[in-house]
Nanobody
């Protein structure tokens, strides 16, 4: 059974930084996509960043240059480094995973992901 557990959320002032972690267990796919999504109060869930098993990564335009997604295969952990945080980054951040295929690109599409964590709250004050 796949378990994704996020941590690292909290409250920070605008301009600050946070690093989110997502510990994965029970996920044995050789080729996979892992991603971070977020959902603000009253808003739809949106993609933040995605990374493939080969390390190729992409981030949404809204966070490009501020957020960086990475993974540690030895620790089975996904990370999201968030810098220069803005109040509009306030949201619940979710980790997601999906098996993939060799050479198949990962997309930041909600429907592509079947495994989800419970989320971690990030609050950015002005």
């Amino acid at each position: 059974q796949v378990h994704l557990v996020e941590s690292g959320g909290g409250s920070v002032q605008a301009g600050g930084s946070l690093r989110l972690s997502c510990a994965a267990s029970g996920f044995t796919a050789i080729y996979f996509c892992m991603a971070w999504f977020r959902q603000g109060s009253g808003e739809e869930r949106e993609g933040v960043g995605v990374i493939a098993s080969n390390g190729m990564a992409n981030t949404a335009d809204s966070v490009k240059g501020r957020f960086y997604i990475s993974k540690d295969n030895d620790r089975n952990t996904l990370y999201l480094q968030m810098n220069s945080l803005k109040p509009e980054d306030t949201a619940i951040y979710y980790c997601a995973a999906a098996p993939s295929y060799r050479g198949f690109p990962c997309r930041l599409a909600l429907s592509d992901f079947g495994f989800w964590g419970q989320g971690t709250q990030v609050n950015v004050s002005s």
